[in-house]
């Protein structure tokens, strides 16, 4: 079971916006940065969002990242069938000694 | 361009050992924390082991902790995974992972990611 909390599922048609949830305790999510990764299938996983907004050059403003309190959330709008893929959130837990901590993933799938 | 190859995977008993290698280039690799972060087929992702650029500071999950050791080579653009006392568990596809330069501190952030070698522990 993963320390932060994903939908399994998530799903869209094209053109429109789907948002995933992240969601952690004040050890974690409150109070360290969050980083999101697109992992395509059959592929390594890719980083899209770090430090709960920024987005790494190459990746479309179409993602973008927020965080409030204990949870964190990507959005993706303008969905593409190029989006279907499993999202992973991902930070730091200072309750433990030195361990990085991941959501348990979210599939997004273009309908 | 950044590349990481793992290399290192194959098919291993329960008890047995095992060594991954990540060959790093295109960057400064002593300027660079690393990371090992595997993935059970059908599952998600999961933090290993965690070593700062200077390699003086480790950090391991509780599931691997005292079982597996990440060195790394500067000299050599070369990350390490020690793998002993392997277990049925430790199936997975094994990444490793750039992390923050040297002097920031954000875990949890992979900017680069290998192909990953795949690891099968079975009788």
């Known amino acids: 079971q993963s320390v932060l909390t994903q939908p399994p599922s998530a799903s869209g048609t094209p053109g429109q916006g789907v948002t995933i949830s992240c969601s952690g305790s004040s050890s974690d999510i409150g109070s360290n940065y969050v980083h999101w990764y697109q992992q395509l299938p059959g592929t390594a996983p890719k980083l899209l969002i770090y430090s709960d907004t920024e987005r790494p050059s190459g990746v479309p403003d179409r993602f973008s990242g927020s965080k409030s309190g204990t949870s964190a959330s990507l959005a993706i709008s303008g969905l593409r069938s190029e989006d279907e893929a499993d999202y992973y959130c991902a930070t730091w837990d200072g309750s433990l000694s030195g361990h990085v901590v991941f959501g348990g993933g979210t599939k997004v799938t273009v309908l | 361009e950044v590349h990481l190859a793992e290399s290192g995977g194959g098919l291993v008993y329960p008890g047995g050992s095992l060594r991954l290698s990540c060959a790093a280039s295109?960057?400064?690799?002593?300027?660079?924390?690393m990371n090992w972060v595997r993935q059970a087929r059908g599952k998600g992702l999961e933090w290993v082991s965690y070593i700062s650029g200077s390699g003086k500071t480790r950090y391991y999950a509780d599931s691997v902790k005292g079982r597996f050791t990440i060195s790394r080579d500067n000299a050599k653009n070369s990350l390490y995974l020690q793998m002993n006392s392997l277990r049925d568990e430790d199936t997975a596809v094994y990444y490793c992972?750039?992390?923050?330069?040297?002097?920031?501190?954000?875990?949890?952030?992979?900017?680069?990611w290998g192909q990953g070698t795949l690891v099968t522990v079975s009788s």
């Open positions: 992972a750039q992390g923050a330069a040297v002097g920031i501190s954000l875990g949890g952030y992979f900017d680069q």
């Open positions: 295109g960057f400064t690799f002593s300027g660079y924390s």
